[in-house]
């Protein structure tokens, strides 16, 4: 296997959910940088179609706090508010994952043959990007966890974006401060049939 293949390989083996994190940055990463890698995993994810219905958008500072805080008066219950609680008090900030809508529906229109793959392809593409940007995290020393707190964050949001871009997950960012657990792993070969 060449080294090019094993590095990509081992930055897929290291991207794990890590939830305990500070509020700061790994030196030498700024938000610019975790912009242009997100940029980046946005534009060369592949679509159905190259229909380009992902976005995102990175929040920091009061617009990270303000959501979250959002989200913590939705949940009901001491609970189920513990883990935005430290998504707001210890991520330093997340990208919000999205697919625009109005993409998808000319794509239906365009193709009526095809109208209902669009959704599963979009849904498809959101996921690759979603890890594409979670496993680049890591490669840069960040530590991350996923969350779904679409319709919260969604309200909380506005019209900070557009109407028609649906919340798909929210990628909370982060310094380490403890490292993922061993994890266990199914017995799952893949095998070759001739
Ligand atoms: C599609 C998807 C959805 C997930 N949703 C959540 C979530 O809503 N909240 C959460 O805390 N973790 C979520 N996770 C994290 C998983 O629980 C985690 O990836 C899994 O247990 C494997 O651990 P690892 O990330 O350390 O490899 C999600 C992961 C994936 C891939």
């Known amino acids: 296997m060449s080294t090019t293949t094993q590095t990509y390989l081992n930055a897929i083996a290291n991207r794990r959910t890590i939830y305990n994190l500070t509020d700061a940055l790994p030196q030498n990463v700024s938000v610019s940088d975790i912009q242009a890698v997100v940029q980046s995993i946005i534009k060369n994810t592949p679509t159905a179609l190259n229909s380009q219905e992902n976005r995102a958008i990175i929040v920091t500072g009061n617009t990270h706090k303000k959501i979250w805080n959002s989200v913590i008066n939705a949940i009901p219950g ?48 959101t996921g690759a990007v979603q890890i594409n940007s979670w496993t680049a995290l890591e490669t ?55």
């Open 78 to 125: 001491e609970n189920g508010k513990k883990r935005p609680t430290s998504a707001r008090d210890e991520a330093y900030g997340c990208v919000i994952f999205f697919t625009e809508q109005n993409t998808i529906k000319k794509f239906q229109k365009d193709y009526p043959a095809a109208a209902s793959a669009f959704p599963v392809a979009a849904s498809a593409t």
């Open 140 to 194: 840069m020393g960040l530590g991350c966890h996923l969350q779904h707190y679409n319709d919260a964050v969604r309200a909380a949001l506005g019209d900070l974006v557009p109407e028609s871009w649906t919340v798909n997950s929210q990628l909370c960012f982060g310094s380490q401060v403890i490292p993922a657990g061993d994890k266990t792993f199914i017995d799952n070969p893949v095998n070759i049939y001739n």
